[in-house]
């Protein structure tokens, strides 16, 4: 038998899958996928922690006050009118009814300290806050709120104040009017035939009153002090036809939310200080309300204030990073796969898993220092690590330094980059394209000489 030779040359052995440069690639792309997997898990992880964190902000709130809302002060006026019913044998019936009437000018002079309560390695910030409170009320706007023939009670007309959870009451209120002192008594004061105690209003809960005992309509001005903890948020309600609040507070992250925001504000290292001016026609609701459901809608759902804000909010940071999670690990393949396709070197699908596996651990790693440590000082002690276990394992599978040095020098790019797009949220996008496409320019410039076909049948 003659043996014979193809024209070609000699047969080539079969190349063994992991020698093909395509096949590389898809088994890189569906560890890619597969890293998804522990990733979803540490989100759940992230969700968790959350949730342990907000339960231990809770109950920090019960124990010192919740987020507190002042809306008030305002008159509460029972009057009776005559009805004509048609039909009946006696056609007149009497109808009790309640006039709620802001005032002309609500003034707030606020001050807060503030300080943080942990519970385990959870942290809530807290406030002690002093308010001292004026409130104007017109004669004649008194006079004119009432329809013709009503029989109003000025006697019964008290006036009412609510916040929102009383246990952060720090002592007790007493009002003064017209030089004499009234002390505030719980609920506000009415049944709930008047529509005061009922869902509607509230649960009456958060209420004040105190009767004043009025002769008729005059001139009123009430003043106030009110001293109030709370956790988290401190918020007013815009009641006055022109309402003014002032606020101070040695927190140095306010956030300032609501409806209206501070006309002024300054903001330093050692406090903050806003002021708020709302005028009638900014609020958005009338002075005088006959039912004590929309009264109570309107005036809670307009209110501002500041929330005592915790700059360092590592869940969230976290939670943001993890959004890029997967394009990193992509990335951290990608830089040893340029590198293995410019070496003679090739690496196994489970070198490349335990690549991966070291960038997820990476998460991990940020959110359990996180709580311990802060943000930035755990983001640079998981990097460092991460890094330096990934630079000295490529040492290892390529066998020299030079090769394992420009590793560990991309991947510390790549996590620099990260922790860039996580402070700079506004420049994220450009910054995480900009990456994207260095990223794709790098590996088209070192793999431009590439006999991608020679690769694909092998040396």
Same mark, same amino acid.
């Given at each position: 038998?003659?043996?014979?030779?193809?024209?070609?040359?000699?047969?080539?052995?079969?190349?063994?899958?992991?020698?093909?440069?395509?096949?590389?690639?898809?088994?890189?792309?569906?560890?890619?996928?597969?890293?998804?997997?522990?990733?979803?898990?540490?989100?759940?992880?992230?969700? &968790?922690?959350?949730?342990?964190?907000?339960?231990?902000?809770?109950?920090?709130?019960?124990?010192?006050?919740?987020?507190?809302?002042?809306?008030?002060?305002?008159?509460?006026?029972?009057?009776?009118?005559?009805?004509?019913?048609?039909?009946?044998?006696?056609?007149?019936?009497?109808?009790?009814?309640?006039?709620?009437?802001?005032?002309?000018?609500?003034?707030?002079?606020? /001050?807060?300290?503030?300080?943080?309560?942990? #519970?385990?390695?959870?942290?809530?910030?807290? *406030?002690?806050? #002093?308010?001292?409170?004026?409130?104007?009320?017109?004669?004649?706007?008194?006079? #004119?709120?009432?329809?013709?023939?009503?029989?109003?009670?000025?006697?019964?007309?008290?006036?009412?104040?609510?916040?929102?959870?009383?246990?952060?009451?720090?002592?007790?209120?007493?009002?003064?009017?017209?030089?004499?002192?009234?002390?505030?008594?719980?609920?506000?004061?009415?049944?709930?035939?008047?529509?005061?105690?009922?869902?509607?209003?509230?649960?009456?809960?958060?209420?004040?009153?105190?009767?004043?005992?009025?002769?008729?309509?005059?001139?009123?001005?009430? +003043?106030?002090?009110?001293?109030?903890?709370?956790?988290?948020?401190?918020?007013?309600?815009?009641?006055?036809?022109?309402?003014?609040?002032?606020?101070?507070?040695?927190?140095?992250?306010?956030?300032?939310?609501?409806?209206?925001?501070?006309?002024?504000?300054?903001?330093?290292?050692?406090?903050?200080?806003?002021?708020?001016?709302?005028?009638?026609?900014?609020?958005? @609701?009338?002075?005088?309300? &006959?039912?004590?459901?929309?009264?109570?809608?309107?005036? /809670? /759902?307009?209110?501002?204030?500041?929330? @005592? *804000?915790?700059?360092?909010?590592?869940?969230?940071?976290?939670?943001?990073?993890?959004? *890029?999670?997967?394009?990193?690990?992509?990335?951290?393949?990608?830089?040893?796969?340029?590198?293995?396709?410019?070496?003679?070197?090739?690496?196994?699908?489970?070198?490349?898993?335990?690549?991966?596996?070291?960038?997820?651990?990476?998460?991990?790693?940020?959110?359990?220092?996180?709580? /311990?440590?802060? @943000?930035?000082?755990?983001?640079?002690?998981?990097?460092?690590?991460?890094?330096?276990?990934?630079?000295?394992?490529?040492?290892?599978? @390529?066998?020299?330094?030079?090769?394992?040095?420009?590793?560990?020098?991309?991947?510390?790019?790549?996590?620099?980059?990260?922790?860039?797009?996580?402070?700079? +949220?506004?420049?994220?996008?450009?910054?995480?394209?900009?990456?994207?496409?260095?990223?794709?320019?790098?590996?088209?410039?070192?793999?431009?000489?590439?006999?991608?076909?020679?690769?694909?049948?092998?040396?």
């Amino acid at each position: 038998m003659t043996n014979t030779l193809s024209s070609s040359g000699p047969m080539r052995a079969p190349v063994p899958p992991t020698r093909s440069s395509g096949v590389k690639a898809i088994v890189i792309a569906a560890l890619t996928i597969v890293m998804a997997v522990p990733l979803f898990f540490i989100q759940l992880v992230l969700s &968790d922690r959350q949730g342990t964190a907000n339960s231990a902000a809770t109950e920090i709130a019960a124990a010192a006050g919740g987020p507190q809302t002042v809306i008030g002060p305002f008159l509460v006026v029972p009057y009776t009118v005559e009805q004509i019913v048609p039909g009946l044998k006696n056609p007149v019936a009497i109808a009790n009814r309640v006039r709620i009437i802001l005032p002309d000018d609500l003034a707030v002079a606020a /001050h807060a300290d503030t300080s943080v309560r942990k #519970r385990g390695i959870f942290a809530a910030p807290v *406030y002690a806050a #002093r308010l001292d409170i004026t409130a104007r009320f017109d004669r004649q706007m008194l006079a #004119r709120q009432f329809p013709e023939g009503a029989k109003i009670a000025w006697q019964n007309a008290m006036l009412a104040l609510s916040v929102s959870d009383l246990r952060g009451l720090a002592d007790n209120v007493t009002l003064r009017e017209s030089g004499r002192g009234i002390d505030f008594q719980p609920g506000f004061g009415l049944g709930s035939t008047e529509g005061l105690a009922n869902p509607g209003f509230g649960d009456g809960r958060g209420g004040l009153h105190a009767p004043l005992a009025l002769d008729g309509p005059r001139d009123i001005r009430l +003043e106030t002090r009110l001293m109030l903890r709370g956790s988290r948020e401190l918020n007013f309600a815009p009641l006055g036809r022109r309402t003014a609040v002032t606020l101070d507070s040695p927190w140095a992250s306010p956030s300032f939310a609501g409806d209206v925001l501070p006309q002024t504000r300054t903001v330093t290292a050692a406090g903050f200080k806003a002021r708020w001016v709302v005028p009638y026609l900014a609020r958005g @609701f009338e002075t005088v309300f &006959d039912n004590p459901q929309a009264a109570w809608a309107a005036l /809670h /759902h307009s209110s501002f204030g500041v929330r @005592f *804000y915790q700059p360092v909010d590592y869940y969230q940071l976290v939670g943001r990073s993890l959004k *890029y999670a997967v394009l990193f690990v992509a990335l951290a393949f990608l830089s040893f796969f340029v590198v293995e396709t410019v070496t003679s070197q090739r690496l196994h699908a489970v070198q490349y898993a335990l690549v991966g596996a070291a960038q997820v651990l990476f998460y991990l790693l940020l959110l359990s220092l996180s709580e /311990h440590i802060g @943000f930035a000082a755990a983001y640079l002690a998981a990097a460092m690590a991460t890094v330096t276990l990934t630079g000295l394992y490529a040492k290892a599978v @390529f066998r020299g330094v030079g090769r394992a040095a420009l590793l560990t020098a991309m991947l510390a790019v790549l996590y620099g980059c990260l922790y860039a797009i996580l402070n700079a +949220e506004d420049d994220a996008l450009l910054i995480g394209s900009g990456l994207l496409f260095a990223a794709l320019a790098g590996t088209m410039y070192a793999t431009r000489r590439i006999d991608w076909f020679g690769l694909a049948q092998g040396d």
